[in-house]
């Protein structure tokens, strides 16, 4: 059944707590699994990115995931956050295991980012771009993208 005029079915929008659900199992496996993915990211680009700050940025990060998870559950106007955090987090588990590969090693937040972020982001745009009109999924697209400039620049300050 479609929610208001969105098109978006019942069944997505249930599973959209699983955005900031993910989001802690990820940022665990970033932080306490091995090296933190701040000292990996040190010791193989330079890039210091400290403790307290990467720890600072993913809350406020889980913050805004939760909240714009929460919004999309409730709003046909915020539908479109759908397929943004759908890039964000497919995004991510993309760069991990590309990092990985590259350099050869484990990048923390690897196995998180391919079991659950890259599946479920891939779910989300898919969702988004057979339910949302072209405008609200460009904008969500457009969205991710520049959320996650904006999260890459902050931790590379």
Same mark, same amino acid.
């Given at each position: 059944? /479609?929610?208001?005029?969105?098109? +978006?079915?019942?069944?997505?929008? /249930?599973? %959209?707590?699983?955005?900031?659900?993910?989001?802690?199992? =990820?940022?665990?496996?970033?932080?306490?699994?091995?090296?933190?993915?701040?000292?990996? @990211?040190?010791? @193989?680009?330079? +890039?210091?990115?400290? @403790?307290?700050? $990467?720890?600072? @940025?993913?809350?406020?990060?889980?913050?805004?995931?939760?909240?714009?998870?929460? !919004?999309?559950?409730?709003?046909? !106007?915020?539908?479109?956050?759908?397929?943004?955090? *759908? $890039?964000?987090?497919?995004?991510? *588990? !993309?760069? =991990?295991?590309? *990092?990985?590969?590259?350099?050869?090693?484990?990048?923390?937040?690897?196995?998180?980012?391919?079991?659950?972020?890259? /599946?479920? *982001? +891939? =779910?989300?745009?898919?969702?988004?771009?057979?339910?949302?009109?072209?405008?609200? $999924?460009?904008?969500? +697209?457009?969205?991710?993208?520049?959320? =996650?400039?904006?999260?890459? %620049?902050?931790?590379?300050?």
């Amino acid at each position: 059944m /479609p929610t208001g005029n969105t098109g +978006i079915s019942e069944r997505i929008l /249930p599973r %959209l707590w699983l955005f900031p659900l993910t989001y802690i199992v =990820h940022f665990a496996e970033e932080y306490f699994c091995g090296e933190t993915f701040p000292v990996w @990211l040190a010791k @193989l680009r330079g +890039i210091e990115l400290g @403790l307290k700050d $990467f720890i600072i @940025l993913n809350a406020i990060a889980w913050l805004v995931m939760a909240l714009s998870s929460w !919004a999309a559950s409730r709003w046909a !106007a915020a539908k479109w956050a759908i397929p943004a955090l *759908g $890039f964000v987090v497919a995004f991510n *588990g !993309a760069l =991990h295991a590309t *990092g990985s590969v590259v350099t050869l090693s484990y990048s923390p937040g690897l196995i998180s980012g391919l079991l659950l972020w890259l /599946p479920l *982001g +891939i =779910h989300a745009v898919s969702r988004g771009w057979r339910s949302l009109s072209r405008r609200q $999924f460009w904008t969500g +697209i457009t969205a991710g993208v520049a959320a =996650h400039a904006i999260v890459s %620049l902050a931790a590379l300050k």
